[in-house]
């Protein structure tokens, strides 16, 4: 393990040549397209040693990893917003087709109108196509979430595909240090894949994807469910062995910080959730009892997780920078709904904000959970949906 | 040319599937596997042929094949052909095999795509013409004046040439074959399959759903379409076209049928001839047959 | 690798995780019961030059040592093409009278 300095994006694809990927297929989109650039070097200069199929459209790149992980070789690739909405049929396809393919997107807003800069849209609206989520706060830990994720992703008892999603620019673009590892050290840690229920081998052939009648689609769908609830189990076991092995742990499906005796909970996913443990300490030293749950595993909904966390706190300040249009925040919608089968009510409140790339500061952060803490002294939910920033 | 006694007896598509009876897919798909002998990869997308290996967990095809989705044939062949590079693998081809839906137009781009990149696969196009899987919709390489279920009058516009589209991308093989001339076909595969980089061949395949002729049919609709001069046989290895021994005779105008002996036949050009005789239709088609030697011809030669 | 599939499965206990099909002649049943005419060879003018086996889109001749093609009347969907690509003419193409294979 030696320490480098880089962007997230670079990162990213020097986590190809740790993890011995053997297919990449990308398409470049704005602000993932350092990510497929700096792997084109890496292959050109002979150090990324896998094939590089430089697609000519995000559709085509998804379908060309679908093709390669058919044919049992590790594959991967990169995109953000409209590329990522491009290869939504194809998202479904990987899914169901139960291929271990890990895609890194680099949140951005969706068009029209063009911005460039971050919105949890793209991601968010990918959450019912099967595909495992995370979402990540620092260039360490997305170098180290992509490997993990192939480990994951490759487990028999999940064989699911894995998005790591990484804030356009604030993280893509921003250098700083992480622990590179060779990939003889990550060979102890990832076995070469070998798909363990079919593969396109002319020695062996069979069909995979013609038709399924109403009498066995049901089961297949609920063998994908079944296999995503698994994950999350499978999640803490690959995060255990990588502790045990490199020393690193981030947190697990939630980064608790400082949870322990909070009253008031401060939600959120990405970059968003790093700035807020400064807004925690900056409230603790006010005396006040708050504490951060940056959701890092968002599909499957860490249920269990929150439940625990549930069972002690009193609020939960719910941040999304997404949206699901006329009804309200992904993120805070999910928590409410895990909770709802319990006997725990903290209050739940949902803020919205930092869409289109509006700088979302620790200032901020601090008035969002002061309002929540607010509400909690005097009993009253206020708003279900507070818009923190709009103008 | 092979002869028939040469060419081998194992089948790769197997009896007992859920082809229509009669489907000339089927004849182009099992003669493309002899030349093939079994080490290919065959990437389908939505078209006839992902439909006619039956339901899972049974399928009629001894070969790999990975079915994926419309747009997308090229795309996954690529990948399919990047992992068998990884692999060590050079001997095992990768094969699509796509309608003219999945190749004319939804499937454009990829092939695009694919051949512009050089991707050493095998694209095979089987043209019969319409969306027939769906149920016999239009689609880009539907003739003139032929009628579907999205132009009952008939279409109003003739055929892509999507040969010569192929064409300027200088495909390191390219040819037309006909599933009524299966020892052609034959020939053409066993060609393709010593040639490295992308490569392709464009089959005519009557349907006869699609086309509405009498089933037993088949084969002499796919011999008239040759024997009219209205689709020729070729191969391009590289720069150098050359027309094949079949189709050479019908170059001469004289020597071709007339284009109405092809149409009467099918039920999808019956309009041009009820309730009344359309001579201008007819005379559009009769011309074009020459049109399409004349692009072709001066393209290649 | 897990790739033996059972053919009827009756629960999801029966099925793999994901839906890979292997190959078997009669994938969609015994097709012939799909026919309407059976095709007769007449194998006294038969020449064994073997355009039928060429021309067949089912796959249901085969050809034996001896090379006289045998059509298999399980699978054959009664298409006619080898009655009308025979260049001597010695299929017949005869309306089915026998109760057939009931559809599967």
């Known amino acids: ?391 | 040319m092979v002869t028939v006694k040469e060419m081998p007896l194992r089948e790769y598509v197997l009896k007992g599937n859920a082809a229509c009876a009669g489907c000339q897919d089927m004849v182009a798909l099992r003669h493309a596997h002899k030349a093939l002998e079994g080490d290919v990869i065959q990437v389908v997308p939505a078209c006839c042929t992902s439909v006619v290996q039956s339901l899972w967990p049974k399928t009629c095809m001894d070969v790999p094949i990975l079915n994926t989705a419309f747009m997308a044939a090229a795309a996954t062949a690529s990948g399919v052909k990047a992992a068998l590079k990884v692999k060590g693998n050079d001997s095992t081809q990768v094969m699509v095999w796509a309608g003219d839906g999945g190749t004319f137009d939804i499937g454009i781009q990829a092939l695009s795509g694919a051949f512009e990149r050089r991707t050493d696969i095998l694209y095979v196009c089987y043209n019969n013409q319409v969306y027939s899987n769906t149920g016999t919709q239009r689609s880009g390489a539907t003739p003139l004046y032929a009628q579907t279920s999205t132009t009952w009058y008939g279409k109003t516009e003739p055929e892509k040439l999507l040969d010569l589209i192929v064409a300027a991308h200088e495909p390191a093989y390219q040819a037309t074959a006909n599933a009524a001339y299966p020892r052609d076909l034959y020939e053409k595969f066993r060609k393709a399959r010593e040639i490295k980089g992308p490569r392709f061949i464009h089959i005519f395949v009557p349907c006869p759903q699609a086309w509405n002729y009498p089933v037993e049919k088949g084969a002499e609709i796919g011999k008239l379409a040759v024997e009219t001069g209205y689709w020729i046989l070729w191969e391009r290895v590289g720069d150098k076209f050359e027309l094949s021994p079949i189709s050479k005779r019908y170059q001469d105008p004289a020597k071709r049928k007339p284009i109405e002996e092809f149409l009467q036949i099918q039920g999808r050009f019956s309009r041009l001839f009820k309730p009344t005789r359309d001579e201008k239709r007819l005379a559009d088609l009769q011309a074009w047959v020459q049109h399409r030697w004349d692009l072709v011809m001066r393209a290649f030669t | 690798m897990v790739n033996e599939v059972n053919t009827e499965p009756q629960n999801r206990k029966q099925m793999p995780k994901t839906s890979y099909s292997r190959p078997m002649i009669g994938s969609t049943g015994k097709t012939g019961s799909w026919r309407i005419f059976d095709p007769v060879i007449d194998y006294g003018n038969c020449s064994k030059c073997r355009t039928c086996w060429l021309f067949c889109p089912e796959a249901a001749i085969s050809i034996d040592e001896d090379e006289t093609p045998h059509i298999d009347l399980d699978y054959c969907k009664g298409c006619g093409i080898c009655a009308e690509e025979c260049p001597k003419k010695c299929i017949a193409m005869v309306r089915s009278g026998e109760t057939k294979e009931a559809p599967v």
């Open chain 1, 1 to 391: 393990m030696k320490t480098e300095l880089m962007s997230a994006n670079y990162a990213a694809a020097h986590a190809i040549v740790s993890a011995r990927v053997g297919v990449v297929a990308a398409y470049p989109i704005t602000p993932a397209t350092t990510i497929p650039e700096q792997i084109a070097l890496l292959s050109e200069d002979g150090i990324y040693k896998g094939e590089f199929i430089r697609v000519e459209s995000e559709h085509s790149a998804m379908f060309a990893c679908i093709g390669a992980s058919s044919t049992g070789v590790r594959a991967f690739t990169a995109t953000s917003s409209n590329g990522l909405l491009l290869m939504h049929e194809a998202l479904h396809w990987a899914a169901a087709a139960r291929l271990p393919i890990v895609l890194v997107n680099i949140n951005r807003s969706v068009s029209p109108s063009w911005n460039i800069h971050v919105t949890h849209d793209d991601s968010y609206s990918q959450r019912d196509t099967g595909w495992l989520q995370f979402y990540s706060a620092s260039v360490d830990e997305l170098y180290h979430t992509i490997i993990q994720s192939f480990k994951l992703a490759e487990d028999e008892r999940v064989l699911m595909p894995v998005m790591v999603n990484a804030d356009g620019f604030v993280l893509s673009h921003t250098l700083s240090t992480f622990d590179y590892l060779e990939p003889e050290e990550v060979d102890k840690f990832l076995p070469p894949y070998n798909p363990p229920h079919w593969v396109m081998d002319p020695s062996n052939p069979v069909s995979h994807g013609n038709i399924v009648f109403p009498e066995y689609y049901q089961e297949f769908r609920y063998a994908m469910h079944e296999a995503e609830l698994n994950a999350y189990k499978v999640y803490q076991e690959v995060e255990r062995d990588y502790k045990r092995l490199f020393g690193k742990y981030f947190g697990g499906p939630i980064d608790c910080y400082k949870c322990g005796d909070a009253d008031v909970l401060f939600t959120s996913l990405g970059t968003v959730g790093s700035e807020a443990k400064d807004a925690i300490d900056q409230l603790r030293a006010e005396g006040y009892k708050v504490g951060n749950a940056r959701i890092r595993m968002y599909r499957p909904f860490p249920v269990a997780r929150v439940r625990e966390l549930a069972k002690r706190a009193k609020a939960f300040a719910c941040f999304d920078r997404g949206l699901s249009y006329g009804f309200g925040g992904p993120s805070v919608n999910d928590l409410r709904a895990s909770l709802y089968a319990t006997e725990y009510r903290p209050l739940v409140k949902s803020y919205l904000g930092g869409f289109g790339g509006r700088d979302i500061t620790v200032t901020d952060i601090k008035e969002i959970i002061l309002d929540t803490h607010k509400a909690m002294e005097k009993g009253d939910l206020g708003p279900e949906e507070t818009w923190h920033d709009l103008r």
